[in-house]
């Protein structure tokens, strides 16, 4: 059984993966764009973050620019698949490389610590709440707040014509949009929750490395395959909220691997967690209508 601290960090942790994983739906299910940029954005916005932090901005200023550089990073990417018409998946994977370097050269070293510096979270440890609540609270008003914020832009007039581009391009140029600016627009918008997620994530673990966004993609998409999975998207709203679900069920689902005895798992075993996890969130849903179909037949 999870202790309360492993159960909080584990809703923790899968609040800030759940607006990963809304950054993933955008590219990978509304515009059908692979993007591994986010492999290099989710630290980015913890380097921007962390960097103008430590230099005594204003928390919140600090992970609104973070934001804003994942916004930047993302229209990188998606500009060299555009106007350079290199294949989005190559060109994800030079933006991502370069963002190596360009973190390195924000921070001026691998990582930064954050432990003696006010963060947004400093001025919720004044409120009536467990050191460790904290964290869980703050989080689920930023991700219920972006999550009904992209969920109003995906009714609007701009969000139509992203999804229509990401539906079917040829008939949404045929209707006067102008799908390359959407697509733009989208991995921009996708990479900057990563960025924005990046940031939060540095500031509840105290510290920002530049290493902190690998395997990020497995994690977003294991929480968008995984709500899914639980949750049918029938709509946007119902697709969103799955991206939540999946990101705190996914957390949940390691820190209960990690913490029973009997199954003798470290914390080398992650990423094998995660790969195991994601095969069965792909293949349960086919199988279960599989088998529905057999006893419908029989």
Not at 183 to 212: H, K, P
Not at 278 to 295: D, E, Q
Request: neutral net charge.
């Amino acid at each position: 059984m999870l202790s309360e601290i492993a159960l909080y960090g584990a809703f923790e942790t899968g609040l800030i993966y759940g607006i990963v994983a809304f950054g993933v739906y955008l590219s990978f299910r509304v515009l059908h764009f692979p993007d591994l940029t986010v492999d290099g954005s989710f630290p980015l916005g913890a380097a921007v973050a962390a960097v103008m932090i430590i230099d005594g901005f204003n928390p919140w200023l600090a992970t609104g620019m973070a934001l804003v550089a994942g916004m930047g990073a993302g229209a990188v990417t998606a500009l060299l698949n555009v106007r350079l018409h290199i294949l989005n998946l190559l060109a994800s994977i030079l933006t991502m490389i370069a963002l190596y370097s360009v973190n390195l050269r924000i921070m001026g070293r691998p990582n930064i610590a954050l432990l003696s510096e006010e963060t947004v979270l400093t001025p919720w440890y004044e409120l009536d709440l467990a050191f460790h609540q904290v964290p869980v609270a703050l989080f689920l008003l930023v991700s219920l707040v972006g999550l009904v914020m992209l969920w109003r832009f995906m009714q609007s007039e701009t969000g139509l014509a992203m999804r229509a581009t990401g539906a079917n391009p040829r008939m949404a140029r045929s209707q006067g949009i102008a799908t390359g600016w959407m697509i733009v627009l989208g991995i921009a918008l996708s990479n900057g929750l990563v960025a924005l997620a990046g940031a939060l994530f540095a500031q509840s673990q105290g510290a920002a490395d530049v290493t902190m966004g690998v395997g990020v993609i497995v994690i977003g998409l294991a929480s968008l395959i995984g709500g899914e999975a639980v949750l049918t998207p029938r709509n946007v709203f119902r697709a969103l909220l799955a991206c939540l679900v999946g990101a705190i069920l996914y957390r949940l689902a390691i820190a209960l691997a990690l913490n029973a005895d009997f199954v003798g798992l470290k914390t080398q075993d992650l990423n094998l967690i995660t790969a195991v996890l994601v095969t069965l969130a792909i293949v349960l849903p086919n199988a279960r209508h599989s088998v529905k179909s057999f006893f419908s037949r029989s």
